[in-house]
């Protein structure tokens, strides 16, 4: 297991590359199953989930060919003669559910482990399987897998409402109705873009989808769906969170290249209220920072809103902030183990209930801390870097899942992370 070893503080100045996002990736390679002929997509970055999620899908017999020095993927579904998705790949990564719809899509039939707890709570998957059944989906539980099964080739399908609304079960519902549903309407469906870039991409592929980007989504069967060559979208939280982390320091200067500004919904109008010089000009994000920031509370919500996936590192920015601020997370109730992490990097928050109310400024210092998951970890790696002297953050394995060549692209920019074993 490896360990990262900071020394802290460091400004930031230079230029850091966005990656292709993980979380937009997953769905794709998903999506690939349902074509007739090979997918190929440009943009997939190398992380520990996507070669999960690629073992996963070879389990099928489909081809995977991952050109690592291009980040590009080639899914050949032609061979796929296996319908199962096992319990030992899909406890490691909980979006390897998609292979549920994907399958039901792909073959009319799938036995696809639940995916069980995860490191912040509990997080359940009943909406994909009642969305699934109010499809016309057989769906029996047994022994901890799902087994869903149609009659005929196709369902009648009907209309489900979200509620929540869920970027998962959205995801795999229109997976599973693109080529089984004669009509299925999604009510308050997600409208990240995750959603709109795979909604995107199965038209490419033949599918009939509309109200894309929309909280209704109504999609109509297509007898045949073919592989199509498609690119990944910039990873979303990995801009947000690097624009945290210029913003941790009083003497930055990071452009950010090759993002999709508008995918960040309304983040921006909260980064802009912390006081730093902030810039975007076509693909191109610049934080410039001068002196302090503001206390700026924020509210999780579904997007556009503020995403879950950046308060972790919202919180720990707010250290730095001169002033009270609170950090609420209205997707996920009990997404705070950072917290004891930070206070032993000296900040001063504390939670209640869903709400971490953050006193700044503090000057952190150094200590060792441990990763929990995965925003949780890459926050112990901001307050490290913003912290005075030497620490170490141990179980860095979390951010392998989701941050391509962390620390190579943060020492570019002036940072001092070691990775060595634990
Ligand atoms: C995805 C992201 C995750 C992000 C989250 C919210 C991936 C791989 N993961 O997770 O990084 O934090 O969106 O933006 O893309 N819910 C139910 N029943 C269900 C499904 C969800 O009650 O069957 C609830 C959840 O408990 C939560 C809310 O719906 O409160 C939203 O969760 P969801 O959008 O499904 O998150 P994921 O798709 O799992």
């Known amino acids: ?111 696809v482990s639940l995916p069980g707890g995860c490191a912040w709570g509990p997080r359940p998957v009943d909406l994909h399987l009642k969305g699934f059944e109010t499809m016309g989906i057989d769906i029996e539980l047994e022994q901890g897998y799902v087994h869903a099964s149609i009659d005929n080739n196709s369902v009648e399908g009907g209309e489900f409402t979200l509620e929540p609304s ?100 309304r983040f921006p109008t909260y980064f802009k209220k912390l006081g730093v010089h902030f810039e975007i000009s076509g693909s191109d994000i610049r934080i410039q920072t001068n002196g302090g920031i503001n206390p700026v509370s924020i509210k999780t919500k579904i997007y556009p809103g503020f995403p879950t996936d950046l308060q972790a590192q919202w919180a720990t920015l707010m250290t730095q902030a001169k002033g009270t601020s609170t950090v609420t ?31 700044g400024p503090t000057q952190l210092t150094g200590t060792s801390v441990m990763s929990t998951d995965l925003r949780a970890s890459v926050s112990l790696v901001l307050a490290a870097m913003a912290a005075e002297g030497q620490s170490e953050i141990l179980r860095v394995y979390h951010l392998d899942r989701g941050y391509e060549q962390l620390e190579k692209k943060l020492n570019s920019v002036g940072a001092s992370i070691t990775r060595a074993d634990q």
């Open 329 to 359: 997370d209205t997707i996920y109730f009990d997404r705070f183990s950072y917290v004891p992490e930070l206070k032993r990097l000296g900040a001063k928050l504390s939670v209640e209930k869903n709400k971490v109310t953050i006193q």
């Open 1 to 111: 297991m490896d360990k990262f070893i900071i020394e802290g503080p460091t400004p930031l100045k230079g230029q850091i590359p966005i990656s292709g996002s993980k979380n937009a990736a997953l769905p794709l390679m998903a999506a690939s199953l349902l074509g007739n002929s090979p997918s190929t997509i440009h943009l997939v970055p190398r992380l520990k989930d996507i070669y999960t999620f690629n073992d996963v899908i070879r389990g099928t017999g489909t081809e995977v060919d991952f050109n690592e020095s291009e980040n590009t993927l080639r899914i050949d579904p032609t061979t796929l003669n296996h319908t199962e998705a096992p319990y030992d790949l899909v406890r490691k990564m909980r979006a390897s559910f998609y292979m549920l719809g994907a399958l039901i899509g792909r073959a009319g039939e799938a036995k």
């Open 166 to 265: 869920s970027v998962g079960a959205t995801i795999n519902l229109v997976l599973g109705a693109v080529l089984r549903a004669k009509k299925f309407v999604i009510k308050n469906a997600a409208k990240e873009p995750d959603v709109v870039l795979l909604c995107n991409m199965l038209k490419k592929m033949g599918a009939d989808i509309e109200g894309i980007g929309t909280d209704t989504l109504t999609i109509q069967k297509v007898d045949k769906l073919e592989g199509v060559e498609f690119s990944n979208d910039p990873d979303r939280i990995e801009t947000g969170t690097y624009m945290i982390a210029a913003a941790m320091h009083p003497d930055s200067d990071v452009t950010l290249t090759g993002c999709k500004p508008e995918d960040l919904g």
